[in-house]
């Protein structure tokens, strides 16, 4: 408010400004990413001097520094505001995006690099994500049940109620409907047509206003009994409960908006407040909470000509505010607590008919009597965008798919469309048969459907949620989690998604046309994704955009397996070839630092590799288990003893062990050479084994092994696991740790086995790691006389 002299203070105002949440809104709605896209071309010039300027091979410290310079708008109002944690939050951007365009990690980037990043990700936001799309098809539910004498005027779904209610033309009654079209009730107390109606969840009440000149309440909970009915001045219009001042708007054809407290007309007292404008002051308005109602008078509005009608009242409960749009064509915000006007938003050419709110993104949609949908950030008094297609006067707007960002339109002619908010794309177009007027349309999210009503509702049912209810349409070949994004990454044949582990929205898709995926891992940066493929190739996509990046050295039959190696920048195939590579995933084209042939007789069928062991582990359908060293590939054993083909590997680090698994269900736990030289007396030799039981005549086969140790703690008399899994352990196995080992079959069962106590039969303990070795050394074996004998011995009879 000013002072005395009619000045604002700075102080007062930024205060303001920091109390209304517009400064932070700003800030923390600011993304880098998105704003680079829709860079003007009168800035890139001078952006790519900067690269230029220092040499084209950018450090993280100065690329924030030189998009600090880019962005100095943004980072002058976290400044002049005080904003330090939405500065850090600025910064942390910066960092991401850095190491993004990194690909490969070496604190350094380029102007190229810079610049492809922008494209791929332009690209990638285009480009239309079908899992992520809602569409519409006729559903099964068909309009019988219900007795019809007229079209349909007025229409509204109860979500807390889960009914839908109807209002026919020019009869005395509201219809209430099951989403399914099962007639549930119908209200006839009525000496005049009622015009609208709403629901109160806080009570419980169907309220409904009727040209009688009242407003009557029934209660949903008691057989929708009338509980009271209230005398309006005016006919009421529209209604909308407020879920947040638990208030009751009504509207009426003179522009003006009243505000209802429900509890005290439950009481029998009569509460309408009224509460002052600019235009009412001099009208001798009563005080505040002492009249029986309070309206909300449009100053900009006029009653020449019913131009101040008003046509529909929505909340935004996130915002605390009520949007009423009119005739007049302006939508007002208001207060829903004070009743004082907000703002004014005005941009149609014609009359606003219908409204809805977008939570997720907080804008608003409007659309009436000028055919178009307009997009309003509720903070700015111009609209964000105008979508066209319409040829009608629209009737109805629904906000679809929290997560898709979706909004549904219809206009009088028939025509409903879907459309993109984050695009403005029109998605999907519906021609609504056999009616004559399309005069309301309403959302049912509960029963993911939607109703377009004349004088029969016609349902329409979602194809898909926009949300994702199940990980994929297709079987799930492989999944993990990848703490240091806080992502899942999961895969079916054809495409890879990357999942948020927080919010459970899909942050990527990659979608693998060559060939159908074998097989997939993500770098230890979690920048790259890694896939493989039936016809033997190896492809490495960008795992923020989507976008290929280069494809690895091909083998010539299918890859059936691939490991990243941690810190080394490598990547370990294998392949229905027989063979084993070692690639060089850090340049730019395709190399390979040494390979293995013949390395099994049978198809590979799994890979294991331990970089704490230095070790590489093979199986394949010739029932042979290969252990090579990493280094450079060479042969150091092979374990024999399945009879069929292994199916799952896996080491035990820090422990010199190895887990595997065949197609028959048994399960083995060998002992493998340690890093040291100082091998257990049972090396390359079996120490226990167990088959996967479903019951006491058949065995499962077992399709992943993931092994857990805990080494002891001796401040701790239990270990992390002990509580759940271990039962009846003693003080000497505790001190050797906890070995765990869960195992997948194929029959859908996952099962924990408790091996702690091999630790203390076979005295066995951790080793030191590996030391000393070259990850990229070249070199090239071939295997085969040592293979064939190996897989004789192996089908050999015992």
């Known amino acids: 408010e000013p002072t005395e002299d009619g000045l604002v203070s700075w102080g007062a105002f930024a205060k303001c400004l920091l109390d209304t949440g517009v400064v932070t809104g700003i800030v923390s709605s600011f993304n880098v990413v998105k704003v680079l896209n829709h860079i003007d071309l009168d800035k890139i010039a001078p952006l790519k001097d900067e690269f230029m300027a220092r040499g084209n091979a950018l450090t993280v410290e100065v690329f924030i520094v030189v998009m600090k310079n880019q962005f100095h708008y943004i980072f002058e109002l976290v400044t002049l505001f005080e904003l330090e944690r939405e500065e850090r939050q600025l910064v942390a951007q910066l960092i991401d995006l850095f190491e993004i365009i990194d690909i490969n990690g070496n604190n350094s980037m380029t102007w190229e690099e810079f610049t492809a990043f922008l494209v791929d990700q332009g690209m990638s936001e285009n480009a239309p994500r079908e899992f992520d799309v809602?569409?519409?098809?006729?559903?099964?539910?068909?309009?019988?049940?219900?007795?019809?004498?007229?079209?349909?005027?007025?229409?509204?779904?109860?979500?807390?109620?889960?009914?839908?209610a109807f209002i026919e033309q020019g009869t005395k009654c509201v219809k209430i409907v099951t989403p399914d079209l099962m007639p549930h009730?119908?209200?006839?107390?009525?000496?005049?047509?009622?015009?609208?109606?709403?629901y109160i969840e806080k009570e419980g009440y169907v309220a409904v206003s009727c040209s009688d000149l009242t407003i009557s309440f029934y209660d949903a909970n008691n057989g929708l009994k009338l509980v009271r009915r209230v005398i309006t001045k005016t006919a009421q219009?529209?209604?909308?409960?407020?879920?947040a001042a638990h208030v009751l708007y009504s509207a009426d054809h003179e522009g003006r908006i009243f505000a209802w407290d429900v509890q005290r007309d439950k009481a029998g007292v009569s509460t309408m407040r009224h509460i002052q404008t600019e235009d009412d002051a001099a009208g001798g308005a009563s005080p505040r909470g002492k009249s029986t109602a309070r309206s909300l008078k449009d100053r900009s509005s006029s009653s020449e000509g019913g131009k101040t009608i008003v046509m529909a009242l929505i909340e935004l409960e996130v915002l605390g505010l009520l949007a009423s749009c009119g005739i007049d064509r302006h939508v007002m915000l208001w207060d829903v607590f004070s009743g004082r006007l907000k703002t004014a938003l005005k941009g149609h050419n014609k009359g606003v008919r219908c409204m809805a709110f977008a939570a997720s993104s907080k804008v608003l949609v409007t659309g009436g009597y000028d055919y178009n949908l307009m997009v309003w950030n509720p903070y700015v008094g111009t609209s964000i965008h105008t979508m066209k297609g319409h040829t009608a006067q629209i009737v109805g707007i629904e906000i679809i798919g929290g997560m898709s960002n979706q909004v549904v339109s219809a206009d009088?002619?028939?025509?409903?469309?879907?459309?993109?908010?984050?695009?403005?794309?029109?998605?999907?177009?519906?021609?609504?048969?056999?009616?004559?007027?399309?005069?309301?349309?309403?959302?049912?999210?509960?029963?993911?459907?939607?109703?377009?009503?004349?004088?029969?509702?016609?349902?329409?049912?979602?194809?898909?949620?926009?949300?994702?209810?199940?990980?994929?349409?297709?079987p799930i070949i492989k999944a993990f989690?990848?703490?240091?994004?806080?992502?899942?990454?999961?895969?079916?044949?054809?495409?890879?998604?990357?999942?948020?582990?927080?919010?459970?929205?899909?942050?990527c898709c990659i979608t693998h046309k060559d060939s159908e995926i074998t097989d997939f891992c993500i770098d230890d940066r979690g920048r790259k994704v890694f896939i493989a493929d039936h016809s033997g190739q190896t492809h490495v996509y960008n795992a923020t955009t989507g976008c290929l990046i280069k494809r690895l050295t091909s083998h010539e039959q299918e890859v059936s397996g691939l490991i990243y190696c941690p810190g080394d920048k490598n990547l370990i195939t294998v392949s229905w070839d027989h063979s084993i590579m070692v690639h060089d995933e850090s340049e730019r084209l395709p190399n390979v630092w040494r390979t293995a042939t013949n390395v099994h007789l049978g198809d590979i069928t799994c890979l294991a590799f331990s970089r704490h062991l230095g070790l590489v582990a093979t199986g394949a359908t010739d029932c042979v288990i290969g252990i090579r060293e990493y280094e450079r590939l060479r042969t150091l054993s092979f374990l024999?003893?399945?009879?069929?083909?292994?199916?799952?590997?896996?080491?035990?680090?820090?422990?010199?062990?190895?887990?595997?698994?065949?197609?028959?269900?048994?399960?083995?736990?060998?002992?493998?050479?340690?890093?040291?030289?100082?091998?257990?007396k049972f090396v390359n030799e079996v120490l226990t084994r167990f088959v996967n039981m479903q019951s006491l005549e058949s065995s499962a086969s077992v399709n992943c092994l993931d092994p857990v140790y805990f080494e002891s703690d001796p401040d701790e008399n239990s270990t992390q696991a002990d509580a759940t899994f271990?039962?009846?352990?003693?003080?000497?196995?505790?001190?050797?740790g906890t070995l765990l080992l869960y195992a997948g079959d194929e029959d859908g069962d996952l099962r924990v086995w408790d091996l702690s106590r091999l630790l203390v039969v076979a005295d066995i303990g951790p080793c030191a790691p590996k030391a000393d070795w070259d990850p990229r050394k070249k070199d090239q074996i071939d295997s085969l006389y040592t293979t064939e004998t190996m897989a004789h011995k192996a089908l050999s009879p015992e």
């Open 134 to 164: 809602i569409r519409f098809g006729d559903s099964p539910i068909v309009d019988e049940a219900i007795n019809h004498q007229s079209s349909c005027e007025k229409a509204a779904y109860f979500k807390h109620y889960d009914k839908i």
């Open 412 to 474: 009088s002619d028939g025509s409903v469309r879907v459309w993109d908010l984050g695009t403005y794309q029109c998605l999907q177009t519906i021609t609504v048969g056999g009616i004559l007027t399309l005069r309301a349309m309403v959302s049912v999210p509960i029963h993911k459907r939607i109703f377009c009503i004349d004088r029969k509702l016609i349902a329409y049912d979602y194809l898909n949620t926009g949300i994702a209810d199940q990980t994929d349409e297709s």
């Open 185 to 198: 009730a119908e209200l006839r107390d009525f000496t005049q047509v009622p015009l609208c109606t709403t």
């Open 237 to 243: 219009l529209v209604m909308c409960w407020s879920v």
């Open 726 to 736: 271990m039962t009846g352990t003693d003080a000497t196995t505790r001190m050797m």
């Open 481 to 507: 989690y990848v703490a240091r994004l806080k992502v899942f990454v999961s895969g079916c044949s054809s495409h890879v998604r990357i999942w948020d582990a927080v919010t459970g929205a899909i942050k």
């Open 640 to 680: 024999v003893g399945h009879k069929s083909e292994i199916t799952a590997l896996a080491f035990v680090d820090p422990l010199p062990l190895l887990v595997s698994a065949d197609s028959n269900g048994n399960v083995a736990i060998w002992s493998v050479p340690s890093p040291s030289g100082k091998n257990h």
